[in-house]
């Protein structure tokens, strides 16, 4: 309670709305941007039958996304929003840039700013580097090496 020039104004009761309103509100919007990232992990990561493997050397990182049916090997670097990183390449469905974000150590997340997917570490493959993986580590400039499955 408060008297403010001889009116009593309970000040609990005027500002619960307000308040409650304000929180609902930010944990809306907090909710729907990711966290600080951690650095890319170097693994794989499946979703469904597909895979992705994050390998690095040095500065130099590395993304090779698979399925049953082809493989994408990408150089990585950083985008222009922190935490975030940018695959240097663009697939034939999409004309946006792919990026990658790691809230988690057993979380990725892939795909467009506005279509990121949930990719989780699987830690049954071994950590092999395919000739694509080191040659692209191996290179000192923007990579890019696509190859189609004969099945």
């Known amino acids: 309670m408060m008297n403010l020039l001889g009116k009593t104004i309970d000040l609990k ?10 929180c609902s509100t930010l944990t809306i919007l907090c909710s729907a941007v990711p966290v600080i990232a951690l650095p890319l992990q ?12 994050i390998a690095a050397s040095g500065d130099r990182v590395c993304y090779q996304g698979f399925s ?21 390449f663009k697939t034939a469905d999409t004309k946006e840039t ?21 990719w989780e570490v699987d830690n049954k493959f071994s950590e092999s580097k395919s000739d694509s993986m080191q040659r692209c580590l191996k290179s000192q ?11």
């Open 13 to 22: 009761i005027s500002f619960v709305p307000v308040w409650g309103t304000l």
């Open 42 to 53: 170097e693994g794989m990561y499946r979703i469904g039958s597909r895979y992705i493997q």
């Open 68 to 88: 049953a049916t082809a493989s994408t090997t990408a150089s990585i670097s950083p985008h222009t929003l922190p935490d975030f990183f940018v695959v240097n």
């Open 98 to 118: 792919l990026v990658l974000h790691q809230p988690t150590l057993g979380n990725l997340l892939y795909g467009t700013l506005h279509n990121l997917n949930s």
């Open 141 to 151: 400039t923007a990579f890019l090496e696509e190859s189609k499955s004969s099945r």
